[in-house]
């Protein structure tokens, strides 16, 4: 059996199987499906409903939490793709942690512009990210590991390249300028030799708005490891969510 009392700011359920009340406020993001499962008596649903609700509400992981349906870093809500992605990994189950570490270290980018362009170049790319809070991009280098532009950068495997984030271009409209440089799977070969590099969202700099996303200028990355240029294709597909 259920019974509901709906006021304007909540509805509070007691069902049966539940020695508690359940309240659960009108802003909160399961609010419309726990009341048409409420309204409807579908016990089942709504018990799962419930379930996931106060999941999500009692949720954290380090500066990372969940209230009301909401992730904060901090005191700050955050309203973005990552954001729901974390939500989606709780209400199944699964874990968030690589998610909550990225979203920490995400809202250490200094620029709010910066931020909003790494959801496009992650939304285009699909790409991973790792265990600690990094996300992976390619980078098309020289034969001799050297990058195409320059030449002075080394990207032998285990380098971090990096350089002052004022020396690079945070202007988007601004396609071929100053920088490091990666790209996802969508991006031209480029050079002779391909590598995959883990870069930390706080070095995000700028995407370039005239390759669809798939190019990115940041200020510091890792060298991981070699890709076959020949097994490139395979990448088209998508990644895993985590690496």
């Known amino acids: 059996m259920i019974s509901k009392i709906l006021t304007g700011s909540a509805l509070t359920l007691v069902v049966t199987g539940r020695a508690e009340p359940f309240v659960i406020s009108r802003d909160h993001k399961l609010f419309d499906d726990i009341l048409v499962a409420a309204n409807a008596k579908d ?40 954001a729901d992605r974390i939500l989606e990994l709780i209400n199944m ?9 990225f979203l920490e270290n995400l809202m250490l980018n200094p620029s709010y512009q910066s931020r909003q362009e790494l959801y496009l170049f992650l ?59 990666v790209c996802t799977h969508a991006y031209t070969q480029f050079g002779a ?29 890792e060298v991981l490891y070699e890709v076959n240029p020949d097994e490139y294709t395979k990448f088209q597909n998508g990644f895993a969510v985590q690496a």
């Open 43 to 82: 016990e089942k649903t709504l018990l799962g409903l419930i379930d996931i609700a106060s999941k999500v509400n009692t949720f954290s992981a380090g500066k990372v939490k969940i209230i009301d349906g909401e992730v904060y870093v901090g005191d700050e809500i955050v309203n973005s793709l990552i």
């Open 123 to 181: 939304e285009n790319g699909n790409m991973p990210i790792t265990d600690d809070g990094r996300f992976l991009a390619f980078k098309w280098v020289r034969d001799d590991y050297r990058d195409c532009h320059s030449g002075t950068f080394d990207n032998s495997v285990g380098k971090i390249c990096k350089m002052e984030r004022k020396k690079v271009d945070d202007n988007r409209q601004n396609t071929c300028s100053s920088g490091l440089h």
């Open 193 to 221: 030799r391909l590598m995959m590099v883990a870069v930390n969202p706080k070095d995000v700099v700028s995407v370039p708005y005239d390759y669809d996303n798939a190019k990115m200028r940041v200020s510091e990355y």
């Open 93 to 101: 189950g699964q874990d968030f942690t690589f998610m909550a570490k």
